[in-house]
């Protein structure tokens, strides 16, 4: 069962589906010194948990069946004509979470998804306390007047997905804009 919670910004529309955390107890340190944590997560902030960092593909088709009857309430497939993932910090990885939730959410809503109308020049992240501005960058302009679904992973504070929007909005061919987050921290 999701909690979704509506979201403001710099965008028409946004909703986060549910939390990421239910609790985190510290349980010390461990033999390098490193903290360690007994995480207890909502479904699906530990299904966002196992697809983004322990690679389990497996964990897509369970987001996707969990999300389609909000994507379906939400009336996105009349509201929009193209999904645009944020773009990710860590370029690095052997495939991007993100793009792979995008590009399932365009499936299901019959969407064309664009994986490269954005791109961040920077792996520094909000959550580590850095300041993102201007760091976004549209890498090719929309073609034609489009309303655009704008999905992240995980939401904390908002400022990635503003600067996503605030990018996104100096491209004359944007109309609205609909942010569709997976699962809020507490940021």
Not at 35 to 40: Q, S
Not at 78 to 83: A, F, G, L, N, T
Not at 144 to 155: A, C
Request: charged residues 30%.
């Amino acid at each position: 069962m999701l909690n979704p919670v509506r979201i403001y910004g710099a965008w028409d529309q946004g909703i986060v589906l549910d939390n990421h955390m239910l609790k985190s107890v510290f349980l010390g340190y461990d033999e390098n010194g490193k903290e360690k944590f007994e995480n207890t997560r909502t479904e699906i902030g530990e299904l966002i948990y196992k697809f983004k960092y322990q690679k389990d593909k497996e964990s897509l088709p369970k987001i996707m069946n969990l999300i389609k009857d909000i994507l379906d309430k939400w009336q996105l497939k009349e509201k929009i004509d193209i999904v645009i993932p944020v773009p990710p910090s860590n370029k690095t990885r052997e495939y991007q979470p993100v793009f792979e939730m995008a590009k399932e959410i365009a499936k299901f809503l019959g969407k064309e998804c664009k994986l490269n109308v954005l791109s961040k020049q920077t792996n520094l992240q909000v959550k580590d306390g850095y300041d993102i501005s201007g760091m976004i960058k549209q890498t090719i302009k929309l073609e034609k007047t489009s309303n655009i679904l704008v999905i992240d992973d995980l939401y904390s504070t908002g400022a990635t997905l503003n600067e996503t929007c605030k990018t996104l909005r100096k491209d004359s061919n944007v109309k609205n804009i609909y942010c569709l987050a997976m699962t809020k921290t507490k940021g």
